[in-house]
């Protein structure tokens, strides 16, 4: 992988301090499945829903985005592996504790997580590459 283009949003750099930096993305599971019974607005309720949930749970300097593929995205500086692994184990709680209310009624939602930990004390020039943890 290529931590040049893991670490970046919109072309611009995610990185604006040295020390580790955590990529989290989340995915909803059997999202899809909901989206083809119910239609895309349902998704776009649940995506909602989730993440005003797990705002609480974030730490301050998190940035959540909504990225491709209807996933959630966290970018967090000054977190590394073991800090992921606990916050990634708290948002999955957060949102498996209660089911979401939708127009549908209550729909029971669990997470999904890929994470990129970036550790600078790794040179790039010696082709350092990210963490990668699932």
């Not at 083809?36 to 005003?52: C, M, N, Q, R, S």
């Not at 998190?62 to 692994?85: F, M, N």
């Not at 600078?120 to 990210?130: I, K, M, N, V």
């Amino acid at each position: 992988m290529n931590r040049q283009r893991i670490f970046r949003r919109n072309g611009q750099p995610l990185r604006s301090q040295a020390g580790p930096h955590a990529l989290i993305i989340l995915g909803i599971d059997n999202l899809g499945a909901l989206e083809d019974l119910f239609g895309e607005p349902l998704g776009d309720e649940i995506i909602e829903a989730v993440e005003a949930r797990i705002a609480p749970v974030m730490p301050s300097r998190a940035t959540l985005w909504r990225a491709e593929h209807r996933r959630i995205a966290l970018s967090i500086p000054q977190l590394d592996r073991t800090g992921v692994s606990a916050l990634v184990t708290e948002l999955q709680v957060t949102i498996a504790q209660q089911a979401i209310p939708t127009s549908q009624g209550p729909v029971a939602v669990t997470l999904g997580a890929g994470c990129v930990v970036d550790d600078d004390r790794l040179p790039e020039a010696e082709g350092s590459s990210p963490t990668l943890l699932n």
